[in-house]
């Protein structure tokens, strides 16, 4: 059973940082040519819909990011520890929101419980 646990959390100041991290277990990462997998990070602020932020799509590792977040957030993966991190720079309070971790596999998706992020002074 794939289970996606995202920490990293938490209060942070205008122009701050953090690093969100997403650990997978049930799921083994890989860098094979024949395996596909995508992994992202979503976040959702109160009233708004759920929308991607950024992306890492095996085997190339490929990324992608949402403009809003393209110069100030980061997204890689550890493969021996079966981990992806979101690496978030120059925080702004437009930031604030819950943020999950969401892999895409052989046609299933699977998520996180989400980890909250906000941004004030």
């Known amino acids: 059973q794939v289970q996606l646990v995202e920490s990293g959390g938490g209060l942070v100041q205008p122009g701050g940082s953090l690093r969100l991290s997403c650990a997978a277990s049930?799921?083994?990462?890989?860098?094979?040519?024949?395996?596909?997998?995508?992994m992202s990070w979503y976040r959702q602020a109160p009233g708004k819909e759920r929308e991607v932020v950024a992306g890492?799509?095996?085997?190339?590792?490929?990324?992608n990011y949402a403009d809003s977040v393209k110069g100030r957030f980061t997204i890689s993966r550890d493969v021996a520890k079966n981990t992806i991190y979101l690496q978030m720079n120059s925080l702004k309070p437009e930031d604030t929101a819950v943020y999950y971790c969401?892999?895409?596999?052989?046609?299933?998706?699977?998520w996180g419980q989400g980890t909250q992020v906000t941004v004030s002074s």
């Open positions: 049930g799921f083994t990462f890989s860098t094979s040519a024949m395996s596909w997998y995508r």
């Open positions: 890492i799509t095996a085997p190339a590792g490929t990324t």
């Open positions: 969401n892999l895409v596999h052989r046609g299933y998706y699977y």
